[in-house]
Protein backbone atom coordinates (compact mmCIF):
# COMPACT_ATOMS: atom_id res chain seq x y z
CA UNK A 1 0.00 0.00 0.00
CA UNK A 2 0.96 3.50 -0.69
CA UNK A 3 0.84 6.58 1.62
CA UNK A 4 -0.25 10.13 0.73
CA UNK A 5 3.14 10.76 -0.88
CA UNK A 6 3.46 7.87 -2.77
CA UNK A 7 6.20 5.57 -0.87
CA UNK A 8 5.38 1.67 -0.60
CA UNK A 9 4.79 0.90 3.16
CA UNK A 10 5.34 -2.87 3.85
CA UNK A 11 7.04 -2.80 6.77
CA UNK A 12 5.89 -3.01 10.31
CA UNK A 13 7.98 -2.85 13.46
CA UNK A 14 6.39 -4.06 15.84
CA UNK A 15 7.17 -3.91 19.53
CA UNK A 16 6.64 -6.81 22.36
CA UNK A 17 7.45 -5.77 25.49
CA UNK A 18 8.73 -2.05 26.93
CA UNK A 19 10.57 -3.72 29.32
CA UNK A 20 14.35 -5.07 28.92
CA UNK A 21 17.27 -6.73 30.20
CA UNK A 22 19.65 -4.26 30.46
CA UNK A 23 19.55 -0.34 30.99
CA UNK A 24 21.66 1.23 27.88
CA UNK A 25 21.98 4.76 28.55
CA UNK A 26 20.84 6.24 25.83
CA UNK A 27 17.63 4.16 25.55
CA UNK A 28 16.01 3.56 29.34
CA UNK A 29 16.04 4.93 32.86
CA UNK A 30 19.21 3.41 35.16
CA UNK A 31 16.14 2.37 37.23
CA UNK A 32 14.25 0.62 34.23
CA UNK A 33 10.83 1.33 33.66
CA UNK A 34 6.98 0.53 35.49
CA UNK A 35 6.21 -2.77 34.97
CA UNK A 36 3.02 -2.29 33.22
CA UNK A 37 -0.43 -4.78 34.03
CA UNK A 38 -0.31 -7.82 31.99
CA UNK A 39 -3.23 -6.41 30.50
CA UNK A 40 -2.38 -3.25 29.18
CA UNK A 41 0.51 -5.08 26.75
CA UNK A 42 -1.15 -6.73 23.87
CA UNK A 43 -1.77 -10.09 23.90
CA UNK A 44 -0.13 -12.80 21.64
CA UNK A 45 -3.78 -13.30 19.74
CA UNK A 46 -3.56 -9.62 19.36
CA UNK A 47 -0.07 -9.46 17.83
CA UNK A 48 -1.31 -12.03 15.80
CA UNK A 49 -4.47 -10.51 14.63
CA UNK A 50 -2.20 -7.06 14.09
CA UNK A 51 0.06 -9.29 11.93
CA UNK A 52 -2.67 -10.74 10.28
CA UNK A 53 -3.99 -7.03 9.28
CA UNK A 54 -1.24 -5.74 8.73
CA UNK A 55 -0.19 -8.08 5.78
CA UNK A 56 -3.76 -7.69 4.43
CA UNK A 57 -2.47 -3.92 3.88
CA UNK A 58 0.49 -4.73 2.26
CA UNK A 59 2.57 -5.39 4.48
CA UNK A 60 5.48 -8.19 4.09
CA UNK A 61 7.76 -7.46 6.45
CA UNK A 62 7.63 -7.41 10.33
CA UNK A 63 10.49 -6.62 12.84
CA UNK A 64 9.95 -7.84 16.52
CA UNK A 65 11.49 -5.24 18.64
CA UNK A 66 11.05 -4.17 22.33
CA UNK A 67 12.95 -3.43 24.58
CA UNK A 68 14.47 -6.74 24.44
CA UNK A 69 11.54 -9.04 22.78
CA UNK A 70 12.99 -12.08 23.93
CA UNK A 71 12.08 -11.32 27.57
CA UNK A 72 8.52 -11.24 26.48
CA UNK A 73 6.57 -14.45 27.67
CA UNK A 74 5.37 -16.53 24.83
CA UNK A 75 8.00 -14.86 22.12
CA UNK A 76 8.84 -18.24 20.07
CA UNK A 77 4.59 -18.76 20.21
CA UNK A 78 4.26 -15.02 18.87
CA UNK A 79 6.92 -16.08 16.50
CA UNK A 80 5.43 -19.12 14.99
CA UNK A 81 1.89 -17.74 14.62
CA UNK A 82 3.54 -14.36 12.54
CA UNK A 83 5.72 -16.66 10.39
CA UNK A 84 2.66 -18.72 9.18
CA UNK A 85 0.60 -15.35 7.99
CA UNK A 86 -0.33 -15.29 4.13
CA UNK A 87 1.93 -12.90 1.99
CA UNK A 88 4.27 -12.35 4.78
CA UNK A 89 7.63 -12.15 2.92
CA UNK A 90 10.04 -12.03 6.49
CA UNK A 91 10.16 -12.19 10.33
CA UNK A 92 12.82 -10.83 11.58
CA UNK A 93 14.28 -9.29 15.35
CA UNK A 94 16.19 -7.55 16.72
CA UNK A 95 18.04 -8.05 19.97
CA UNK A 96 20.65 -7.68 22.39
CA UNK A 97 21.45 -11.54 21.86
CA UNK A 98 21.79 -11.98 25.79
CA UNK A 99 19.18 -14.79 25.72
CA UNK A 100 20.17 -16.00 22.57
CA UNK A 101 21.77 -18.87 24.19
CA UNK A 102 18.62 -20.49 24.84
CA UNK A 103 16.28 -18.83 22.21
CA UNK A 104 18.17 -19.39 18.94
CA UNK A 105 17.45 -22.41 17.89
CA UNK A 106 13.58 -22.26 18.84
CA UNK A 107 13.17 -19.25 16.97
CA UNK A 108 14.68 -20.20 13.90
CA UNK A 109 12.15 -23.01 13.96
CA UNK A 110 9.53 -21.04 14.87
CA UNK A 111 10.24 -18.76 11.48
CA UNK A 112 12.48 -16.08 12.77
CA UNK A 113 14.34 -15.21 9.33
CA UNK A 114 16.90 -12.96 10.53
CA UNK A 115 18.47 -11.08 13.57
CA UNK A 116 19.50 -7.72 14.32
CA UNK A 117 22.07 -7.74 17.60
CA UNK A 118 23.04 -4.66 19.08
CA UNK A 119 26.57 -4.04 20.16
CA UNK A 120 28.00 -0.84 20.51
CA UNK A 121 31.54 -1.68 21.99
CA UNK A 122 33.94 -4.43 21.95
CA UNK A 123 35.42 -3.29 25.16
CA UNK A 124 33.73 -5.61 28.26
CA UNK A 125 34.00 -2.88 30.47
CA UNK A 126 32.54 -0.57 28.39
CA UNK A 127 29.98 -2.64 27.69
CA UNK A 128 28.95 -2.68 31.22
CA UNK A 129 28.59 0.95 31.22
CA UNK A 130 26.72 1.50 28.45
CA UNK A 131 24.34 -1.00 29.10
CA UNK A 132 25.17 -0.64 32.87
CA UNK A 133 24.31 -4.45 33.57
CA UNK A 134 25.22 -6.37 30.22
CA UNK A 135 27.68 -8.93 29.56
CA UNK A 136 29.88 -8.85 26.70
CA UNK A 137 30.33 -12.09 26.87
CA UNK A 138 27.48 -13.08 26.93
CA UNK A 139 26.55 -11.26 23.75
CA UNK A 140 29.36 -13.36 22.12
CA UNK A 141 27.86 -16.25 23.04
CA UNK A 142 24.59 -15.66 21.86
CA UNK A 143 26.04 -14.49 18.64
CA UNK A 144 27.53 -17.95 18.24
CA UNK A 145 24.42 -19.59 19.08
CA UNK A 146 22.51 -17.51 16.75
CA UNK A 147 25.12 -18.97 14.09
CA UNK A 148 24.86 -22.36 15.24
CA UNK A 149 20.91 -22.35 14.61
CA UNK A 150 21.55 -21.30 10.83
CA UNK A 151 21.28 -17.51 11.19
CA UNK A 152 23.53 -16.23 8.14
CA UNK A 153 24.78 -13.15 7.67
CA UNK A 154 23.83 -11.07 11.09
CA UNK A 155 23.68 -7.44 11.09
CA UNK A 156 25.32 -6.31 14.37
CA UNK A 157 23.87 -2.67 15.39
CA UNK A 158 26.41 0.10 16.67
CA UNK A 159 25.19 3.23 17.27
CA UNK A 160 27.58 6.27 17.11
CA UNK A 161 28.78 8.23 20.63
CA UNK A 162 31.34 10.72 20.29
CA UNK A 163 33.73 9.86 23.08
CA UNK A 164 32.66 6.66 23.54
CA UNK A 165 33.23 4.26 20.28
CA UNK A 166 34.14 6.42 17.70
CA UNK A 167 37.69 5.29 18.23
CA UNK A 168 36.99 1.81 17.53
CA UNK A 169 34.94 2.52 14.47
CA UNK A 170 38.14 0.40 12.61
CA UNK A 171 37.85 -2.48 14.85
CA UNK A 172 34.58 -2.86 14.68
CA UNK A 173 34.49 -2.35 10.61
CA UNK A 174 36.94 -5.27 10.89
CA UNK A 175 34.75 -7.45 12.30
CA UNK A 176 33.08 -7.89 8.50
CA UNK A 177 36.54 -9.55 7.02
CA UNK A 178 36.55 -12.38 8.98
CA UNK A 179 32.50 -12.38 9.20
CA UNK A 180 29.78 -12.45 6.56
CA UNK A 181 28.12 -10.12 8.93
CA UNK A 182 26.77 -6.44 8.31
CA UNK A 183 28.23 -4.06 11.13
CA UNK A 184 25.84 -0.80 10.73
CA UNK A 185 26.74 2.29 12.58
CA UNK A 186 23.98 4.39 13.75
CA UNK A 187 23.52 7.79 14.36
CA UNK A 188 22.09 8.52 17.73
CA UNK A 189 19.26 10.40 18.10
CA UNK A 190 18.24 13.47 20.70
CA UNK A 191 15.56 11.32 22.56
CA UNK A 192 14.28 10.47 25.73
CA UNK A 193 17.66 9.84 28.02
CA UNK A 194 20.17 11.21 25.56
CA UNK A 195 17.81 14.32 24.71
CA UNK A 196 20.31 16.37 26.80
CA UNK A 197 23.53 15.11 26.06
CA UNK A 198 26.00 17.38 24.78
CA UNK A 199 26.41 18.02 21.10
CA UNK A 200 30.17 16.03 20.85
CA UNK A 201 28.52 12.45 21.22
CA UNK A 202 26.01 12.72 18.15
CA UNK A 203 28.10 12.06 15.02
CA UNK A 204 27.44 11.64 12.10
CA UNK A 205 27.83 8.49 10.02
CA UNK A 206 30.05 9.86 7.86
CA UNK A 207 32.76 9.28 10.38
CA UNK A 208 33.07 5.90 9.77
CA UNK A 209 34.21 6.84 6.41
CA UNK A 210 36.63 9.14 7.30
CA UNK A 211 38.03 6.54 9.94
CA UNK A 212 38.13 4.08 7.56
CA UNK A 213 38.64 5.57 4.12
CA UNK A 214 39.32 2.03 2.58
CA UNK A 215 35.34 1.21 2.52
CA UNK A 216 33.85 1.09 -0.74
CA UNK A 217 30.48 1.68 -1.55
CA UNK A 218 28.45 -1.04 -2.68
CA UNK A 219 24.29 -1.27 -2.90
CA UNK A 220 22.19 0.62 -0.59
CA UNK A 221 19.94 -1.83 1.34
CA UNK A 222 16.39 0.19 2.71
CA UNK A 223 17.73 3.17 4.39
CA UNK A 224 21.26 1.94 5.19
CA UNK A 225 23.94 3.36 2.70
CA UNK A 226 26.32 0.08 2.40
CA UNK A 227 30.05 0.08 1.88
CA UNK A 228 32.67 -3.26 2.01
CA UNK A 229 36.29 -3.26 2.26
CA UNK A 230 38.45 -4.97 0.15
CA UNK A 231 38.41 -8.71 0.18
CA UNK A 232 36.06 -8.80 3.00
CA UNK A 233 33.18 -11.64 3.75
CA UNK A 234 30.70 -8.90 4.96
CA UNK A 235 29.48 -5.22 4.27
CA UNK A 236 29.45 -1.69 6.57
CA UNK A 237 26.27 -0.06 6.67
CA UNK A 238 25.72 3.43 7.64
CA UNK A 239 22.47 4.41 9.17
CA UNK A 240 21.96 8.30 9.23
CA UNK A 241 18.99 9.95 10.28
CA UNK A 242 20.44 13.21 11.49
CA UNK A 243 22.81 14.35 8.70
CA UNK A 244 20.86 12.39 5.69
CA UNK A 245 17.58 12.61 6.17
CA UNK A 246 15.83 9.23 4.22
CA UNK A 247 12.37 9.90 5.10
CA UNK A 248 11.62 10.17 1.37
CA UNK A 249 12.43 6.41 0.97
CA UNK A 250 10.97 5.35 4.71
CA UNK A 251 8.59 2.39 3.82
CA UNK A 252 7.82 1.26 7.51
CA UNK A 253 4.99 1.81 10.48
CA UNK A 254 5.40 0.93 13.69
CA UNK A 255 3.06 -0.38 16.55
CA UNK A 256 4.09 -0.01 20.72
CA UNK A 257 3.99 -2.88 22.72
CA UNK A 258 0.39 -1.23 24.30
CA UNK A 259 -1.48 -1.48 20.53
CA UNK A 260 -0.37 1.83 19.23
CA UNK A 261 0.44 2.72 15.39
CA UNK A 262 2.87 4.93 14.76
CA UNK A 263 3.88 6.43 11.16
CA UNK A 264 6.66 7.89 12.40
CA UNK A 265 9.39 6.78 15.23
CA UNK A 266 9.59 10.62 15.98
CA UNK A 267 5.17 11.62 15.46
CA UNK A 268 3.46 11.97 18.85
CA UNK A 269 0.09 10.90 16.32
CA UNK A 270 -0.90 7.49 17.57
CA UNK A 271 -3.86 5.44 16.12
CA UNK A 272 -5.11 2.97 19.27
CA UNK A 273 -5.48 -0.66 17.71
CA UNK A 274 -6.98 -2.71 20.46
CA UNK A 275 -10.09 -3.77 20.53
CA UNK A 276 -10.47 -3.29 16.52
CA UNK A 277 -11.07 -6.83 14.32
CA UNK A 278 -11.49 -7.72 11.05
CA UNK A 279 -12.02 -5.08 8.47
CA UNK A 280 -12.40 -2.14 11.43
CA UNK A 281 -8.67 -3.11 12.36
CA UNK A 282 -7.41 -3.21 8.82
CA UNK A 283 -9.10 0.22 8.04
CA UNK A 284 -6.89 1.88 11.09
CA UNK A 285 -3.79 0.39 9.72
CA UNK A 286 -4.73 1.57 6.70
CA UNK A 287 -5.63 4.98 8.00
CA UNK A 288 -2.16 5.17 9.71
CA UNK A 289 -0.29 4.29 6.80
CA UNK A 290 -1.88 7.20 5.10
CA UNK A 291 -1.50 9.62 7.69
CA UNK A 292 2.47 8.61 7.92
CA UNK A 293 4.12 12.27 8.09
CA UNK A 294 6.21 13.88 5.57
CA UNK A 295 9.52 13.99 7.38
CA UNK A 296 10.44 13.39 11.51
CA UNK A 297 10.74 16.28 13.43
CA UNK A 298 14.23 15.35 14.83
CA UNK A 299 16.57 17.47 15.57
CA UNK A 300 19.45 18.27 18.16
CA UNK A 301 16.50 20.30 20.78
CA UNK A 302 14.84 16.11 21.02
CA UNK A 303 12.17 14.26 19.51
CA UNK A 304 8.43 14.94 18.87
CA UNK A 305 7.20 12.05 20.58
CA UNK A 306 6.93 12.07 24.53
CA UNK A 307 7.71 7.95 24.83
CA UNK A 308 11.38 6.68 25.13
CA UNK A 309 13.10 4.34 22.46
CA UNK A 310 12.20 1.35 24.22
CA UNK A 311 8.36 2.26 24.51
CA UNK A 312 8.40 2.30 20.57
CA UNK A 313 10.64 -0.12 19.50
CA UNK A 314 13.89 1.76 18.53
Known amino acids: MQDRLGRTIDYLRLSVTDLCNFRCRYCMPENGVP??????????????????????????????TGGEPLVRRGIV???????????????????NASLLPELAAPLREAGVGRLNISLDTLSPE??????????????????????????????????????????????????????????????LMPMGECAGWEKSCFLSADAVL?????????????????????GASGTVGLISPMSHNFCSECRRIRVTADGKLKGCL??????????LHGAELESAIRRGILQKPESHRLNFCGSGTPRDMNEIGG
Not at 127 to 132: E, G
Not at 213 to 230: C, D, K, N, T
Not at 266 to 275: F, K, M, T, V
Open 35 to 64: KLPHSAILSVEEIAEIGQAAAACGIRKIRL
Open 126 to 187: KFARITRRGSLDDVWRGIRAAEDAGFSELKLDTVLIGGFNDAEIPALVRLTQEHPWEVRFIE
Open 210 to 230: RACPELRPIAPSGVARRFRLP
Open 77 to 95: EICRRLSRIEGLRELCMTT
Open 266 to 275: HSPEEIPLRG
